[in-house]
T-cell receptor
């Protein structure tokens, strides 16, 4: 079983739609969680951290469910510019700060 | 503006050649990382380094080595390139937030 699993998609949605991605992780001792975004042929960049209480950044909402070991990302009012691959990232406890990346979920927002 | 640079964007090498990929960061980060990214497999950690002259194996170190002689520079070495090392190689620095270089697309023929 992979340490971090995501639905690879692609998710094809119209502009203005709400879309949600989930990510599950296997190490219950994981301590930190993030979403990164990777545009086509570009490097990954941090989108947002994921806090236990859930957090929001504009149209983006991230949530963590430790009991079920999953993380989610909700994008409201999708824009064409949101088209990218979204990478779920987990930092396991006591592994020297290594980041474990999911394989990514591809989002395509259509006009 | 933070910056991680990699020596080449595209590289074509022959099987058996020794290949050097260089990465430089200007953020004074102690931690630096080398990943490869392949379709369907995502980002996989090859090696990382917490400090000058220190290195730790990642998940797929076989066939690779690294060098960290200066804090800002982290090199990945393919001792004898093979076709299964054709991939996108990404360098990163940082801790919880990692800053990535633009990547080197290496083709081994």
């Amino acid at each position: 079983r992979k340490e971090v699993e995501q639905d690879p998609g692609p998710f094809n949605v119209p502009e203005g739609a709400t879309v949600a991605f989930n990510c599950t992780y296997s190490n219950s001792a994981s301590q930190s969680f993030f979403w990164y975004r990777q545009d086509c042929r570009k490097e990954p960049k941090l989108l947002m951290s994921v806090y236990s209480s859930g957090n929001e950044d504009g149209r983006f909402t991230a949530q963590l469910n430790r009991a079920s070991q999953y993380i989610s990302l909700l994008i409201r009012d999708s824009k064409l510019s949101d088209s990218a691959t979204y990478l779920c990232v987990v930092i396991p406890y006591n592994q020297g700060g290594k980041l474990i990346f999911g394989q990514g979920t591809e989002l395509s927002v259509k006009p | 503006d933070v910056k991680v640079t990699q020596s080449s964007r595209y590289l074509v090498k022959r099987t058996g050649e020794k290949v050097f990929l260089e990465c430089v960061q200007d953020m004074d980060h102690e931690n630096m990382f080398w990943y490869r990214q392949d379709p369907g497999l995502g980002l996989r950690l090859i090696y990382f380094s917490y400090d000058v002259k220190m290195k730790e194996k990642g998940d797929i170190p076989e066939g690779y080595s690294v060098s960290r002689e200066k804090k800002e520079r982290f090199s990945l070495i393919l001792e004898s390139a093979s076709t299964n090392q054709t991939s996108m190689y990404l360098c990163a620095s940082g801790t919880y937030e990692q800053y990535f270089g633009p990547g080197t697309r290496l083709t081994v023929t």
